[in-house]
């Protein structure tokens, strides 16, 4: 089970020689299997967060640490490395690949890691089964409809069993009912694999099913 730390994060962004910081001097933890919901309106950071957490953007200052491993300290191949191995991620418009089937889309991160399309294709069938998609592998995602979308995202997300699931508001574009469905799902599964969750939202559905919320406001975080 892996553990998340962010320590004195700084990020600030720059716009036509105006300079915007979004926070700076973040600092938080999550426990091995724990499951966090950041909560913060609109415009407060989450995304920037989770980019700085993945390794898709670096910080100005601080640390993101994967264990004892410090993110930003790696260098680039490693970097990409260790996000297709430990992270898994959900967006809020899903981002499937119309192109590819729902199968090829869950097999996807199998084969950026090199694996066997035969076992690729084995793994994400099973994944597939545990979010309620058995026998949807053949459509394309624009025959489902949203919530069975997000569902075959989440099957792709923990396909390659990452120690971390980082999810940027998964309810965003459902309607309460089905968002309800999806964050039952997550964490459901998160506990079963023992997979650390950070669950970035604005809104309170998810603040029932975390082990813990936390408040992204004005650069800062509050919370228990
Ligand atoms: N690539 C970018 N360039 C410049 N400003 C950005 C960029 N991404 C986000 N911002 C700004 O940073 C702030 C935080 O944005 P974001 O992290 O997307 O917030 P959230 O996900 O909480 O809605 C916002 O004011 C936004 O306009
Ligand atoms: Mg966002």
New binding site residues.
């Given amino acids: 089970m892996s553990m998340l730390r962010v320590e004195n994060l700084r990020k600030a962004?720059h716009?036509g020689g105006e300079h915007?910081p979004?926070f700076d001097a973040l600092s938080f933890r999550i426990g091995p299997g724990e499951i966090v919901a950041l909560l913060?309106?609109?415009?407060?950071?989450?995304?920037?967060?989770l980019n700085l957490m993945s390794g898709i953007d670096s910080p100005d200052a601080g640390s993101v640490w994967f264990d004892g491993i410090s993110l930003h300290q790696l260098q680039e191949p490693d970097r990409t490395l260790l996000r297709r191995e430990r992270i898994g991620f959900v967006f809020q418009f899903f981002n499937l690949i119309p192109t590819l089937t729902v199968g090829e889309n869950v097999a996807l991160p199998l084969e950026l890691l090199g694996r066997k399309a035969g076992e690729a294709r084995t793994h994400a069938v099973a994944a597939l089964d545990e979010v309620g998609l058995a026998r949807m592998e053949g459509r394309y995602p624009e025959t489902l409809s949203g919530g069975e979308q997000q569902r075959a995202a989440i099957a792709r997300a923990l396909v390659h069993r990452p120690g971390v699931l980082l999810a940027d508001e998964p309810t965003g574009n459902l309607d309460e009912n089905t968002g309800r469905g999806v964050i039952g799902l997550l964490t459901t599964l998160a506990r079963r694999g023992g997979t650390t969750m950070l669950l970035v939202t604005h809104s309170d559905l998810v603040a029932d099913a975390a082990d813990r919320v936390l408040h992204l406001r004005q650069g800062r975080i509050a919370g228990s």
Wanted: charged share 15%; proline share 0%; hydrophobic share 20%.
């Fill in positions: 962004y716009i915007q979004v913060g309106e609109s415009g407060s950071g989450k995304t920037t967060l």
